[in-house]
């Protein structure tokens, strides 16, 4: 059975940081490229960054390049989103996310939700000016 478990969130003030994680199992976790999406209240979920199964290749959404680091290790089975100087607008749920392995060891761009198999419940990012 696989499970996704992300952690990190919380409530912090513009301009602060925040480090997401994400513990996975049950999934051959360095065949998974593995990504990061965002659902803000009443807003359809957005792709944040992937990275390939490796690590080498990563991807972000222009919002957010240059403020958020993706990375993994696979060692662990856990991938991380650190994100820094946080805006209001970066103010959403958040979910890590395993893509299909149909697409290959690489993201699959741009990310779209239909392209990932698994995912974590989530857990929330609230940013206050």
């Known amino acids: 059975q696989v499970r996704m478990q992300e952690s990190g969130g919380g409530s912090v003030q513009a301009g602060e940081s925040l480090r997401l994680s994400c513990q996975t199992s049950?999934?051959?976790?360095?065949?998974?490229?593995m990504g990061w999406f965002r659902q803000a209240y009443g807003k359809e979920s957005e792709g944040v960054a992937c990275?390939?199964?490796?690590?080498?290749?990563?991807y972000y959404l222009d919002s957010v390049k240059g403020r958020f680091t993706i990375s993994r290790d696979n060692s662990r089975h856990a991938i991380y989103l650190q994100m820094d100087s946080l805006q209001p607008e970066d103010t959403a749920m958040y979910y890590c996310?395993?893509?299909?392995?149909?697409?290959?060891?690489?993201?699959?761009?741009?990310?779209?939700?239909?392209?990932?198999?698994?995912w974590g419940q989530g857990t929330q990012v609230t940013v206050s000016t």
């Open positions: 996310a395993a893509q299909s392995r149909s697409y290959g060891n690489k993201c699959l761009i741009p990310l779209t939700t239909d392209d990932f198999t698994y």
């Open positions: 049950g999934l051959s976790f360095d065949e998974y490229p």
């Open positions: 990275t390939s199964w490796n690590g080498r290749t990563t």
